[in-house]
């Protein structure tokens, strides 16, 4: 890794706290990368991920820098260049995300080849973005404590707070792919259990209402009018698919159920 994308290199006798940035830096560019290449036919989504390796040197280098002037007599202007800097990055960071998340959920509606390989890499991202945002967060507050300006410190959580929406992007960008994921016919099994992972399933009921959203393995994928995923046993002579609107009952430990009349929005 150059120096010239982080500070973080050029202290042999670092901070555990720069080493967990250290890592979690190199751990986000490695996914990132990883990704690019899977999409390396694909020039715009290319080029956005190449982006985000930008952003993410941005933000890294910015906060290491900052952190760098800690006890040293470094005017405000100093300061306020590595501030904007990490903001720079960060809303940048968050931005790219929210476009390359676009452009793969278009790829997964139009079951492009290879599309497991890309999506599953570009899963790695956000879950990386995630941990990778929880460290910056944690070094910024670190940073905060030894400021001794309260303009610093302020300035320093304003930061922080732009990492707070690049990581809950990154987790809403996770539960979208999801969404879409889960009615794919080559991703709905790894969808399903991601689903599960973040909690997006909710607890079954003796009567559900919604619509299909898949049928995976002996599971019916359903969402209802909140917007809420369920996954219910059913028979392997499940006769519904996706789309269909039903109403759904337990009996034995499995559902089944029977077509529901939508009409002007209104249930019957």
């Not at 990368?33 to 952003?55: S, Y």
């Not at 209802?224 to 609107?245: E, H, I, S, T, W």
Request: charged share 25%; proline share 3%.
């Amino acid at each position: 890794m150059s120096t010239d994308h982080t500070a973080v290199a050029r202290n042999t006798a670092a901070s555990p706290e720069r080493i967990h940035m250290r890592v979690a830096h190199e751990d986000l560019l490695a996914y990132v990368d990883a990704f690019a290449k899977t999409v390396a036919n694909r020039p715009p989504l290319h080029a956005v991920a190449r982006n985000l390796e930008k952003n993410v040197s941005e933000v890294t280098s910015g906060i290491e820098n900052l952190a760098s002037t800690m006890g040293e007599q470094s005017g405000q202007a100093t300061k306020d260049a590595f501030l904007n800097q990490a903001q720079s990055g960060a809303r940048n960071l968050t931005d790219n995300l929210i476009e390359a998340a676009k452009q793969v959920r278009g790829l997964i509606k139009e079951n492009v080849p290879v599309i497991d390989k890309i999506t599953k890499a570009w899963d790695n991202v956000l879950d990386a973005t995630q941990h990778y945002t929880a460290v910056g967060m944690n070094r910024l507050s670190g940073i905060a404590k030894g400021l001794q300006s309260d303009r610093d410190r302020y300035d320093v959580g304003f930061v922080s707070g732009h990492l707070q929406t690049t990581q809950d992007v990154a987790l809403a960008q996770r539960k979208l792919g999801i969404q879409v994921s889960l009615s794919s016919p080559h991703l709905g099994e790894y969808a399903l259990a991601d689903a599960r992972k973040l909690g997006m399933i909710a607890e079954s009921k003796s009567v559900h209402r919604g619509t299909v959203v898949n049928v995976i393995g002996q599971e019916a994928v359903l969402k209802n009018a909140k917007g809420q995923l369920m996954a219910l046993p059913v028979a392997p002579d499940f006769k519904f698919r996706r789309g269909d609107n039903v109403v759904m009952k337990e009996h034995g430990g499995t559902y089944s159920g029977k077509r529901q009349i939508v009409d002007r929005g209104m249930e019957r």
